[in-house]
């Protein structure tokens, strides 16, 4: 008799069991901590036939790459050799329980001081996409910022075509002055800063400004292939219009959150926000160059900068394709056409075309009901001038800028720590108004007064409160957009429009189905935005214009969420290096 080799059904369902247990075992082990060393630190650098030495990340401008898989952890060690201090913010990463690496200075830590370090210790849980990492203490992200890319978890792919190259495109500005110095001398005589010397691609300014056509970002691609282009917004002040000339972009996502596809030819992106798009080449060599532009997108009444800067979109020639070096430099340019500078409509067409993908996979997950409703007018106005002082702003006073009338004033000590510590007392008070203090037509006819209040005031909400806010701008010192970043979460946007917001009538037309979803949303010029978000993030979280100017002026504003009632609905406590004040 032979021995059967069949294995009997125990063992089947012992080995099935196994490799069940395996697998569930296997998830979290694919998820890595990955390190970094980021050593802020002066360089000279050359833009413009002008060198200044400046404040950078390991001597790069912009600084280095950071990549990660979604649920890795990243432990990165930010080390300050120079004068200043130093602050560096995750910009779009939720940090749940991890507030203490968020890095905006004086609300979740305090700078790194000279010659101090600290290790910026969270996890990537639940998103996966293109964002960014900037300095965020005065004017100092204008030369440190850099790239923070989520891939997804390994075996897990795009919702979109495979791309066959992803190319992150960082637009900047540049200063041929310390832009640390155009702050301050602004802050001390009362009137709008000067503007930048130059936009930037990558850190290049490109070819349509003096002295600079070396300094020109070249995209070398391949005919019949897909790009993803990962195009961040590290500007100061500026939203940008961007175009590349004879090509049409998909996008596909948006502050790293999936996109219901679509097509156009030019894009809108304000400071703070991430788009990714697809960029197909002709299927052919094109026998031409093509230019990739960006200008800005304005609202407001202040000065600007009113340049372009220009990147170049090479194909690359086949080795089947006799061609000297000498006939493509003769190749024609195109340009693209980019919209007027104050172009509302073509900015709110776009916006709207935006819609979550909302499918089983990446579902939308929108508060349908609300715990808490506010009203938050956001815009500029005035101090009075300091006695025996001259002041550059309107009718002799100085600028500022306020969220319901209130220009934030910033502590010295971090409002984390006072409120993990319960040492709030003489740093801020918990009483932030929920809807503006005196009504009046917000968007029309502005008021005489001008003059705003100052205070340090937060809004405490209990742990999974949803919160609906409405932002509304005001015209006062002229209607403007604002892109208002929330640290700490994501928030759908459920609606928007012109003029003043109606609570009776706009609220039925909000998309509740599949709203986009992001952390950073332009408040139309002269109009009104309504996010809807869940509070389920403990800590305190920033939230501000990133127009860099109209932060520093005070529009900005926190919340505190408070613990839930579960261990993991709590903070956990602050590490061992967190920085002192």
Not at 117 to 146: D, K
Not at 347 to 370: C, D, E, G, I, M
């Amino acid at each position: 008799m032979g021995i059967s080799f069949l294995p009997s059904p125990t063992f089947l369902g012992f080995l099935l069991f196994s490799l069940v247990t395996l697998s569930l075992h296997l998830e979290p082990a694919l998820a890595i901590t990955r390190h970094y060393k980021l050593d802020v630190m002066l360089q000279n650098v050359t833009r413009l036939c002008h060198t200044k030495n400046m404040v950078t990340v390991n001597g790069k401008f912009p600084g280095p790459r950071i990549v990660a898989r979604e649920g890795d952890r990243l432990l990165i060690q930010v080390a300050n050799h120079v004068q200043d201090n130093i602050s560096i913010h995750w910009h779009g990463i939720r940090q749940l329980r991890s507030g203490w690496a968020d890095g905006p200075a004086y609300i979740t830590q305090c700078p790194i001081q000279t010659g101090q370090s600290y290790v910026y210790n969270y996890t990537i849980v639940g998103q996966r996409g293109t964002l960014w990492w900037h300095a965020h203490i005065s004017w100092l992200r204008s030369t440190l910022y850099g790239p923070l890319i989520i891939l997804p978890k390994l075996g897990t792919p795009y919702p979109f075509v495979k791309p066959y190259k992803e190319v992150p495109i960082i637009f900047g500005e540049w200063f041929n002055a310390d832009p640390e110095a155009v702050i301050s001398q602004a802050m001390q005589t009362g009137g709008g800063p000067n503007v930048s010397d130059a936009y930037t691609i990558n850190g290049l300014p490109g070819p349509l400004y003096n002295c600079s056509a070396k300094d020109t970002f070249k995209l070398k691609v391949k005919p019949g292939k897909t790009y993803l282009l990962r195009l961040i917004n590290a500007a100061l002040n500026d939203e940008l219009f961007f175009s590349i000339a004879n090509h049409t972009f998909t996008v596909v996502e948006a502050d790293a959150v999936y996109v219901k596809p679509f097509d156009t030819k030019t894009l809108l992106i304000a400071p703070g926000q991430t788009t990714n798009v697809l960029l197909k080449t002709k299927p052919h060599h094109p026998n031409a160059k093509f230019f990739m532009t960006a200008r800005p997108y304005v609202t407001g009444q202040g000065t600007f900068d009113n340049s372009t800067v220009a990147g170049i979109l090479e194909y690359e020639v086949s080795h089947n394709t006799i061609q000297s070096s000498h006939s493509t430099k003769k190749l024609p340019l195109f340009k693209p056409n980019l919209p007027p500078l104050n172009d509302t409509s073509f900015a709110t067409n776009f916006t709207s075309k935006l819609r979550s993908l909302a499918n089983a996979q990446f579902p939308a997950n929108v508060p349908q009901k609300v715990d808490r409703q506010f009203i938050f007018t956001v815009g500029l106005g005035t101090h009075s001038c300091p006695q025996n002082q001259t002041c550059q702003g309107p009718n002799g006073t100085m600028f500022a800028a306020s969220v319901n009338n209130v220009s934030f004033a910033m502590p010295t000590t971090a409002l984390l720590q006072a409120h993990h510590f319960g040492q709030s007392k003489g740093v801020y008070t918990p009483d932030f108004p929920i809807s503006p203090l005196i009504s009046f037509n917000y968007t029309g006819n502005p008021p005489n007064n001008t003059m705003v209040s100052n205070g340090t005031k937060l809004v405490v909400l209990p742990f999974n409160t949803t919160v609906e806010l409405i932002m509304q701008d005001t015209s006062i010192l002229g209607a403007e957009s604002h892109p208002l970043h929330l640290h700490g979460f994501n928030f759908f946007v459920v609606g928007q429009g012109f003029g003043n917001f109606d609570p009776t009538k706009d609220p039925t037309n909000f998309n509740l189905i599949d709203p986009i979803e992001r952390n950073t949303v332009g408040v139309p010029s002269g109009g009104w935005v309504a996010i809807r978000f869940l509070a389920d993030n403990p800590g305190v979280w920033f939230m501000h214009c990133h127009l860099e100017v109209h932060t520093s002026w005070g529009l900005k504003m926190a919340w505190v969420v408070l613990d839930g009632k579960l261990p993991s609905q709590k903070l956990l406590p602050p590490p061992a290096d967190l920085p002192k004040c």
